[in-house]
């Protein structure tokens, strides 16, 4: 499964658009990007997953280049909840290829 | 809808003691996995069920770790005997059976955090 690079922490103020890059320069051509959230105390959170170009829903846009060696995890207006840490995961998950790797992830927090 | 549901929420042992952590999916969902985080690691692999079955139990550390899951519903992992470096959270999710073409959702618990003192 493809390595995943993300940065350690983000501060941000809130109502401020927040994007977290991910790069993923060993992606495979099946793979593809799952990111996750989680508060504390909580398990991971699925957010949004694509494999190309942008994908969008109620809570984040996906943006990924042609190449597919990065993608930018996009939170619009971001509140004091939305302070989390947010996972960026490639691979082919599913059926017996079902397990998550888990990086170290992106430590955000939204100040008021 | 219910969602994965864990217990106990904490647990604090000896080691040397059993403890066993138990995980119930949400309704329907034929996989089922057990990961872990000790602290200061990320979140690891331990194994996968589909529905009664052992499907990858690549991530297990070693013989003390001892998962269930009976009829394909909830699960049970025993920890026996624990050790001080088996502390950390337990976390377990389902998703529905994998189909071709679509990229299953995993849906977590919300972990069990386990100290062996």
């Known amino acids: 499964l493809a390595k995943t690079t993300q940065p350690i922490s983000m501060d941000s103020y809130e109502g401020q658009e927040v994007n977290i890059t991910c790069s993923h320069n060993n992606i495979a051509t099946n793979d593809y990007i799952t990111w996750y959230q989680q508060f504390p105390s909580q398990g991971p959170r699925f957010i949004i997953q694509g494999y190309k170009t942008k994908v969008t829903n109620e809570v984040a846009s996906l943006f990924i280049p042609a190449d597919r060696k990065s993608s930018t995890l996009s939170l619009p207006r971001v509140s004091l909840s939305d302070t989390a840490v947010y996972y960026c995961?490639?691979?082919?998950?599913?059926?017996?290829?079902?397990?998550?790797?888990f990086g170290k992830g992106t430590k955000l927090s939204v100040k008021p | 809808e219910a969602g994965v549901t864990q217990f106990p929420s904490h647990s604090v042992i000896e080691k040397g003691q059993t403890v066993t952590l138990r995980c119930d999916p949400i309704s329907g969902h034929d996989n089922l996995y057990w990961y872990r985080r000790v602290m200061g690691k990320e979140i690891k692999f331990l194994l996968h069920f589909v529905k009664e079955s052992k499907q990858d139990e690549s991530g297990m550390p070693n013989n003390r770790f001892l998962a269930e899951r009976t009829g394909g519903t909830y699960s049970t992992l025993k920890v026996q005997p624990a050790e001080l470096e088996d502390s950390g959270v337990y976390f377990c999710a389902s998703s529905q059976i994998f189909r071709t073409g679509i990229q299953e959702t995993q849906y977590f618990g919300p972990g069990t955090r386990l100290l062996v003192l």
């Open positions: 995961l490639v691979g082919l998950y599913g059926g017996s290829q079902g397990n998550l790797i």
